[in-house]
């Protein structure tokens, strides 16, 4: 009975190990890599176990729900063309990664001899990009109490760009509360958007002003802007109205006075009454009167 059961397992045990050599069987030393821009990131693809001498092998790019070659009969093709290659057995190596590399690939191995005669892997890749210059939006001068918002906006870089503010220098915390610096002002940083809103300025806020855009692959910075706070002259402004309040008054009542003085009066003349004059003689039409009538004596 023994030497039956030790029999089975050692029938079981090579049987395993057949179709384990039999089989062909992938791995990777990294399934989510990541490489920034312009730099080189291999794609790791190792054959574990395999009986076939020449096995065929793929890889795929699968990017916006399609997939297309990236190696096929032992040629590198498409937009990596001249940028990647294999490094034997099958790990492929893109040389100089750019941000449209971003996506997943399949790599594919074919062995006819094997039991198992396909296996495949698959590894995304994400390609981190640096932040450009962030465009920045400062106000030049704001009134103390007036409300004040600076924006700052970065759109290149991937992952997403988080915002940083900075005044003379020194960065912004997002919470005025936790620095003696901005502890009397009132804003509010959002990280995400990029905004800096102030609700009412101070005097303090008066600097100079530059945002930060940063992800995992680096940061850029826009050139400081100045933001003035400047205190309204209430006097200023209410003698300002004043003087034109007078003005206006003057100009008033010196057309009135010109009215008066019939400086702006006009003479009319009616149909009915009117004066000829012609050979010595004046003539005036009155409405009393059918016709003419003379008013200086006819000389003959």
């Known amino acids: 009975m023994a030497l ?14 057949y179709f384990t050599v039999l089989a062909v069987l992938l791995k990777t030393t990294n399934n989510a890599p990541w490489v920034n821009e312009f ?26 729900g399609g997939p297309s ?16 290659r294999i490094r034997e057995p099958a790990t492929l190596e893109i040389l100089n990664a750019t941000r449209s590399d971003s996506a997943s690939y399949r790599c594919e191995v074919a062995a006819p001899n094997d039991a198992k005669t396909v296996d495949e892997i698959l590894i995304t890749l994400v390609v981190r990009v640096k932040p450009v210059v962030p465009k920045c939006t400062v106000p030049k001068s704001v009134p103390v109490g007036k409300a004040a918002e600076l924006r700052c906006v970065e759109e290149e870089g991937f ?9 003379n220098k020194e960065e912004i915390p997002r919470d005025p509360k936790t620095s003696p610096k901005f502890y009397n002002s ?8 990029g905004i800096l809103k102030f609700n009412a300025v101070i005097k303090d806020d008066t600097g100079e002003y530059f945002c930060r855009a940063k992800n995992d692959a680096g940061h850029s910075e826009c050139r400081p802007q100045k933001m003035e706070v400047y205190d309204i002259n209430i006097v200023g402004i209410v003698l300002g109205v004043l003087v034109v309040v007078v003005v206006l008054l003057c100009i008033s009542v010196g057309i009135c006075c010109a009215y008066k003085r019939g400086y702006f009066a006009s003479q009319t003349q009616t149909g009915n ?10 003539y005036v039409r009155t409405e009393d009167e ?9 000389v003959i």
């Open 4 to 17: 039956t059961r030790l029999a089975c397992i050692l029938v079981l045990l090579s049987t395993h190990c």
């Open 39 to 64: 730099e080189a990131i291999e794609l790791s693809c190792l054959i574990e176990s395999i009986s076939t001498a020449k096995p065929r092998i793929e890889w795929k790019k699968i990017k916006d």
């Open 69 to 84: 070659y990236v190696y096929y009969d032992k040629k590198i093709t498409g937009d990596l063309e001249d940028r990647a």
């Open 159 to 167: 992952p997403k760009s988080q915002y940083q503010w900075f005044r």
């Open 186 to 193: 009132s804003y509010m940083l959002n990280a995400e958007t």
């Open 273 to 282: 009454n009117y004066k000829a004059k012609g050979d010595g003689v004046d």
């Open 290 to 298: 059918g016709d003419f009538r003379h008013k200086s004596s006819f």
